[in-house]
């Protein structure tokens, strides 16, 4: 079954240091990837995701994510962050196919929070 | 956007339920999520316009959900219970694009 681990619960960085959560994905074939940031009181928005080709994928708020086949990951990376960063930081793959056509499966989130 | 209501529910152990998504308009897909305490969001059902296409194990027979006319949905729990505790969450997406999906800002739901 497809499964999505984000080892780290809970980090914390000094704003402007650089940034990255784990994530790593279970999956039979070429996984659709993405990452999502849920900030307190809002949904969750998209950052970023993976599908096919270049595997070095950039998102919004200056966020990226590489996706290693042979690892079975995709980091999220940023090289300098904000305070506004703070938040939870989920991983998720697609289901699949045919009449799982959509559905994510999530990790657990890793909760970031940035130091001023 | 993807609006859901109410914000925030809280409702008496073995009463019914009835939660409220708005998706997208121009949206044809819509899916069901639960969040608990720690978790990350749960898959519960999804709809391709009105036609409810899959539903999860978590799915027990006392939820129901519903998408008339392929707009709105609504998702009702009868006779609550506390572990149905949750933020409830919706989302939709194109049929040009299915994978990306747009999340509403949930709903709370207490049962005490």
């Known amino acids: 079954a497809q499964s999505v681990t984000q080892p780290d619960i809970h980090i914390t960085v000094s704003e402007g240091a650089s940034l990255e959560l784990r994530c790593n994905y279970s999956?039979?074939?070429?996984?659709?990837l993405f990452w999502y940031v849920q900030s307190p009181g809002q949904g969750l928005q998209l950052l970023l995701k993976y599908f096919s080709g270049d595997t070095l994928v950039q998102g919004i708020k200056g966020f990226e994510a590489e996706f290693k086949r042979s690892q079975s990951s995709f980091n999220l990376r940023k090289p300098s962050v904000q305070w506004s960063d703070t938040a939870e930081y989920f991983c998720a793959v697609n289901a699949g196919y045919g009449g799982s056509q959509g559905n994510l499966i999530f990790g657990k989130g890793t909760k970031l929070s940035v130091k001023p | 956007g993807v609006s859901q209501s109410p914000s925030n529910k809280v409702t008496e152990k073995g009463k019914d339920v009835e939660l409220r998504c708005d998706p997208i308009?121009?949206?044809?897909?819509l899916y069901w999520y639960r969040q608990t305490l720690g978790q990350g969001p749960e898959f519960l059902t999804y709809f391709q316009n009105e036609a409810q296409l899959e539903k999860s194990r978590l799915l027990s027979d006392r939820f129901s959900a519903e998408r008339p006319k392929g707009s709105f949905s609504t998702l009702e729990i009868q006779r609550t219970e506390q572990g149905d505790s949750a933020m409830y969450l919706c989302?939709?997406?194109?049929?040009?694009?299915?994978?990306?999906?747009?999340f509403g800002p949930g709903t709370r739901l207490t049962v005490t």
């Open positions: 308009s121009e949206h044809n897909r």
């Open positions: 989302a939709s997406s194109s049929w040009s694009d299915p994978y990306e999906q747009y």
């Open positions: 999956y039979g074939a070429t996984p659709y």
